[in-house]
Nanobody
Framework: QVQLVESGGGLVQAGGSLRLSCAAS????????MGWFRQAPGKEREFVAA????????YYADSVKGRFTISRDNAKNTLYLQMNSLKPEDTAVYYC?????????????????????WGQGTQVTVSS
């Protein structure tokens, strides 16, 4: 069983920055593929960013590329999402997700159903 706890959300003005954290339980965090997803009211959950177990491979949604950076610290069992140049359309509940299993192809990183564990979410609100 893997437990994920997000933190770092809040209210920020457009153009501002936030850093989300996701603390994971489990002694094998360093072997997990990890992802960030978000869900705005009335919309489906959407992919934001993902990172491979080593941290070398990262993937981003086009809408956040160049503004958001995903990273991980395997020694601290923690996943991060640095969000810069925030826009009102970034407003959503942000979730981290873990996939302890092998990732057969890059496409798996982008698909919510391919992740096995989810955090409770943290609210990010960007005012205009």
């Amino acid at each position: 069983q893997v437990q994920l706890v997000e933190s770092g959300g809040g209210l920020v003005q457009a153009g501002g920055s936030l850093r989300l954290s996701c603390a994971a339980s489990g002694r094998t965090f360093s072997s997990y593929a990890m992802g960030w997803f978000r869900q705005a009211p009335g919309k489906e959950r959407e992919f934001v960013a993902a990172i491979g177990w080593s941290g070398r491979n990262t993937y981003y949604a086009d809408s956040v590329k160049g503004r958001f950076t995903i990273s991980r610290d395997n020694a601290k069992n923690t996943l991060y999402l640095q969000m810069n140049s925030l826009k009102p359309e970034d407003t959503a509940v942000y979730y981290c997700a873990a996939r302890p299993r092998l990732v057969p192809s890059v496409n798996y990183y982008y698909t919510p159903n391919e992740y096995d564990y989810w955090g409770q979410g943290t609210q990010v609100t960007v005012s205009s």
